[in-house]
C-alpha cells in the first residue's frame, strides 16, 4: 500500500486518504473504492440502464400489503397436453390473501390471454371457499377452467384447463404481478415459482374450482347469462344429454352416439345438433334437430333445477305432419257445416243410417220416430194402473206411508205370513218366523219349539230346540258345526256329543296306510314298526342277508334279523332304544358283530347265532348266543 497516500486521524478511529474525496472509500485491502452510491431514501435518476434478475422480483410493502412484480416467467418450446400448473412453495403458515395476474402467448395456436386470480390460503393445507378468477383472452383460448389447490408437497397451485387440454408449441407464461396481504403479506413470496403440465392431481391435498368470469370479446360470451349462446361448437362423443347444462353450440356426429340410454329423443336417436341456453338462473332449455337423414325433426325439452328433473321431449310439429289442404278454415266450416248450437235450415234431403234423436219440447210439431211413439205407448198401457184396481179385491194392493203393503191387505187365505201359522192343511204348526219369540229368524215349528232351518242369536240352527243345543248348530264365524246337544267351540271344527256309528268308515285324503288315529285325535305312524299285510298290522322286521366278509348296516326299525352268509365282520352304524337283534351265522367261518363308537365287539363261532338287546337305558345287553345251532334248513 505504499503508493496510497493516508494518514491516521488522532481525534478518532479510523483513516483519511490524503488526496481523497468525500465519494472514495478505502476498502480493508487497502485499496480505494471511487464506486459511486447513493444514500437509502433517495430518489434516483438513471440514465439508459436495464435492470436484469436472475431471481427474485420488484416489491413494494405498504399498509400490509405487498406487491411482487415480474415474478416467474417460461418459455414451452414443444406442445403440451394436460393442466397448466403454477406453483410456489410457501414462506410462512401465517394466514395470507393473493391477487395473482398470469400472462400467456401461444405462438403456435396464436392464443393470448391474461389471468387474474383471487384467492385466500386459510393454513398450512386449507384453502377458502371465497375466491374469483376473470380470463381476458383471444377467442380460441383453451380452455376456461380454473383451479386452486396444495399438492404432495404442500406447494400452492394455481391450475388452467383439464388433463385434455392442448397447449400448442412455443407457449410463453408469465407470472406477472403477485399481491399478497393480511397476516402473511410482508414474507417473499417471489420466490421458488415453477410452472408444469400435469394430467393427474389425485394426489392433491386439497382441490377448489374457482368461480371464473371471461371478459366478452368479439365471439366469447358470459353462459352464466340467461339466452347466452357461445359461437365455438363443442362435439358431443357418448355424453348423457343430462348432464350438458352449459349453454352452447354442440354436434352429434354419429347416429351410434345418439341413443336412449344417454337421453336422446326417443324419436330422434339419429345424429344432429343441440343447442343448450339458460331462460333463469337455473332454469335450462334443450333442443335437439336431427340431421337431414334422420327426417330434419326438432325436439325440445327444460329443466327449472339445474337438470335435476326434465321434462319429456316434445317434438316441434310443422307443416310435414300438418298439411293445411287437408283442413278446413273457419269460413268454410261455417258454410258447409251443422253447427251446434243456433237454429239452422237443411237445403236438401238427408238420409240417415241410425234414427236422430229430436228432444222434446224444443220445437213444436216436429217429426217423431218409431223409438218415441214405442216409448210413449208403454208409458200409456204397461206403466199405468187404473185406479179403480188399487186396494180393490182382485186387484192390487197399495203402499201404505212406510212403503210396505198395509196387513189389512195382505194375502191370507192359504198363503204365507211372517210369524202367522202357514200350514193350514196339514195342522202342522209351522211358522215363517221373523223375531216371533224373539231372536229367531226362519222356518219355526212352534208346537215342538224347535227351529227347523234358520238363525238364531248369530247361530245357523238346523232341527234345533229353541235356546237350546240340540241338533245341528253353525258358527258362521269359524264354520264350526256342534251335533247332537253341544254348541260350536273355537277349538274343534266338527263337536259331537255322544257316540258316532259309521259304517262305512273314516277316510282321511292326507293319510296313509302306515298312520293310524288314536282316540285322543293324535296321527300316529306305522311305516317303521308296523307293517300292512294281508289286511292285517303286523310287528315290522327289518330283515337282511349280507355275504362277504366285511359289511355294515344301520336301521332305527325295533327288531333286527341279520343273516350272514359268510362270517366275517358285521357292524352297526346305529343302535336304538328297545332294539332287539338278532345275528345269526350261519357260515362255516367265525364271525364278529359290531356296534360303531361302543366297545360291543361279540365273536359268533360258525353255525351260531347271538341275541341283543337295548333297554330303555340305553344298555346293549347280550341276551343269548347259541352255538352250533344255526343254519339255513331249505
Known amino acids: 500500500m505504499h503508493d496510497i497516500k493516508y494518514a491516521y486521524y488522532n481525534t478518532s478511529k479510523g483513516f483519511r486518504v490524503v488526496g481523497g474525496t468525500a465519494a472514495q472509500f478505502l476498502k480493508a485491502d487497502g485499496s480505494v473504492d471511487s464506486t459511486s452510491y447513493v444514500a437509502a431514501g433517495t ?21 400490509n400489503s405487498r406487491v411482487f412484480n415480474k415474478v416467474y416467467q417460461r418459455l414451452l418450446g414443444t ?3 394436460g393442466i397448466l400448473s403454477f406453483k410456489f412453495p410457501p414462506p410462512t403458515t401465517l394466514a395470507t390473501m393473493f391477487d395473482v395476474t398470469i400472462k400467456m402467448f401461444g405462438w403456435g395456436g396464436r392464443i393470448l390471454g391474461t389471468v387474474r386470480v383471487a384467492f385466500y390460503r386459510f393454513s398450512v393445507t386449507e384453502l377458502n371457499g371465497n375466491h374469483k378468477a376473470i380470463i381476458e383472452a383471444s377467442d380460441n383460448f383453451p380452455s376456461t377452467v380454473i383451479n386452486m389447490g396444495v399438492d404432495a408437497s404442500g406447494k400452492i397451485c394455481i391450475n388452467i384447463g383439464e388433463p385434455t387440454t392442448v397447449w400448442n408449441s412455443y407457449l410463453n407464461v408469465e407470472v406477472d404481478r403477485v399481491v399478497a396481504f393480511h397476516q402473511g403479506a410482508n414474507f417473499d413470496w417471489s420466490k421458488g415459482w415453477s410452472q408444469t403440465v400435469e394430467t393427474d392431481v389425485s394426489t392433491y391435498s386439497q382441490l377448489k374450482p374457482i368461480a371464473t368470469e371471461v371478459i366478452a ?16 361448437p363443442t362435439a358431443l362423443g357418448s355424453a348423457d344429454l343430462n348432464t350438458v347444462l352449459t349453454p352452447g353450440f354442440y354436434l352429434q356426429v354419429t347416429n351410434a352416439g345418439s341413443i336412449a340410454a344417454n337421453n336422446y329423443p326417443s324419436e330422434g336417436l339419429f345424429a344432429g345438433n343441440l343447442k343448450v341456453y339458460k331462460t333463469l338462473l337455473t332454469g335450462i332449455t334443450q333442443e335437439y334437430q336431427t340431421r337431414r337423414s334422420g327426417g330434419n325433426v326438432t325436439f325440445i325439452r327444460s329443466t327449472e333445477d339445474n337438470g335435476a328433473t326434465w321434462s319429456a321431449w316434445k317434438k316441434n310439429l310443422t307443416t310435414e305432419d300438418f298439411s293445411p289442404s287437408n283442413y ?15 237454429v239452422e235450415t237443411i237445403s236438401d234431403t238427408k238420409t240417415f243410417t241410425h234414427s236422430p234423436i229430436v228432444p222434446n219440447a224444443t220445437l213444436n210439431g216436429h217429426a217423431v220416430n218409431f223409438g218415441q ?7 200409456t198401457v204397461s206403466n199405468f194402473i187404473p185406479l179403480g184396481f188399487k186396494g180393490q179385491p182382485y186387484g192390487v194392493a197399495e203402499l201404505g206411508a212406510d212403503g210396505k203393503v198395509p196387513s189389512s191387505q195382505l194375502p191370507a187365505n192359504d198363503g204365507i205370513k211372517v210369524n202367522e201359522e202357514f200350514s193350514t192343511l196339514s195342522g202342522s204348526g209351522f211358522y215363517l218366523s221373523d223375531y216371533m219369540i224373539g231372536g229367531e229368524v226362519g222356518l219355526f215349528d212352534k208346537e215342538a219349539n224347535i227351529l227347523v232351518a234358520g238363525k238364531e242369536n248369530g247361530l245357523y240352527k238346523f232341527g234345533s230346540d229353541y235356546g237350546g243345543s240340540g241338533g245341528v248348530i253353525v258358527d258362521p264365524g269359524n264354520a264350526h258345526m256342534g251335533y247332537g246337544g253341544v254348541m ?17 268308515g273314516i277316510y282321511s285324503e292326507s293319510a296313509n296306510g302306515a298312520q293310524v288315529y288314536a282316540t285322543s285325535g293324535d296321527l300316529y305312524q306305522l311305516d317303521k314298526d308296523v307293517s300292512h299285510e294281508d289286511g292285517s298290522l303286523r310287528l315290522s322286521v327289518y330283515d337282511r342277508v349280507f355275504n362277504g366278509m366285511s359289511n355294515s348296516f344301520d336301521t332305527d326299525q325295533r327288531i333286527v334279523k341279520v343273516l350272514l352268509m359268510d362270517g366275517g365282520t358285521i357292524t352297526m352304524q346305529n343302535y336304538f332304544r328297545y332294539q332287539e337283534i338278532t345275528v345269526m351265522n350261519v357260515s362255516g367261518n367265525s364271525a364278529n358283530f359290531t356296534i360303531d363308537y361302543t366297545p360291543v365287539n361279540v365273536s359268533i363261532p360258525p353255525k351260531s347265532s347271538a341275541t341283543f338287546y337295548v333297554n330303555g337305558q340305553n344298555k346293549i345287553v347280550l341276551v343269548r348266543l347259541d352255538n352250533d345251532y344255526c343254519g339255513v334248513l331249505n
Open 79 to 81: 406442445s403440451q397436453t
Open 373 to 379: 211413439l214405442d216409448w210413449l205407448l208403454g208409458q
Open 217 to 232: 370479446t368479439r365471439t366469447w360470451v358470459d353462459t352464466n347469462n340467461a339466452g347466452s349462446l357461445p359461437k365455438a
Open 328 to 342: 278446413y278454415t273457419k269460413s268454410e266450416s261455417l258454410s258447409q257445416f251443422v253447427g251446434k248450437n243456433g
Open 43 to 63: 430518489d434516483i435518476n438513471m440514465t439508459d440502464k436495464n435492470i436484469n434478475f436472475t431471481t427474485g422480483s420488484l416489491s413494494r410493502f405498504e399498509s
Open 488 to 504: 260350536p267351540t273355537a277349538s274343534h271344527n266338527h263337536y259331537f256329543n255322544g257316540t258316532i256309528r259309521i259304517t262305512g
